[in-house]
Nanobody, 122 residues
């Protein structure tokens, strides 16, 4: 069974940091682009960041630039999202996803995790 499992979410005060992890199982994801998306209540799913399969191409939503860093460890089949200087507007369920293209479009992703809640208090 192919799975992506996120962890590392939680409650943090504004200005704090969290590190999300997403580990794949059931197949290798080293040939996939890995992305992070988020969805806040009442809002559409939003692209956050993506890393190419080689790790040499990174892309972020404008609101995350300078605060979030995506990285991957192919030996561990894991992708990370380091989130610093968190703001209340970052509150959402965060999902990782695997796809063939390093894209902002969620439709390009095939495998999805179940999500991890991030709550930033003011």
């Amino acid at each position: 069974q192919v799975q992506l499992v996120e962890s590392g979410g939680g409650l943090v005060q504004a200005g704090g940091s969290l590190r999300l992890s997403c580990t794949g199982s059931g197949r290798t994801f080293i040939w996939d682009a890995m992305g992070w998306f988020r969805q806040a209540p009442g809002k559409e799913r939003e692209f956050v960041a993506v890393i190419s399969r080689s790790g040499d191409y990174l892309m972020y939503v404008d609101s995350a630039k300078g605060r979030f860093t995506i990285s991957r460890d192919n030996a561990r089949n894991t992708v990370y999202l380091q989130m610093n200087s968190l703001k209340p507007e970052d509150t959402a369920v965060y999902y990782c996803a695997a796809g063939t293209l390093a894209s902002r479009n969620y439709r390009n992703y095939i495998y999805w995790g179940q999500g991890t809640q991030v709550t930033v208090s003011s």
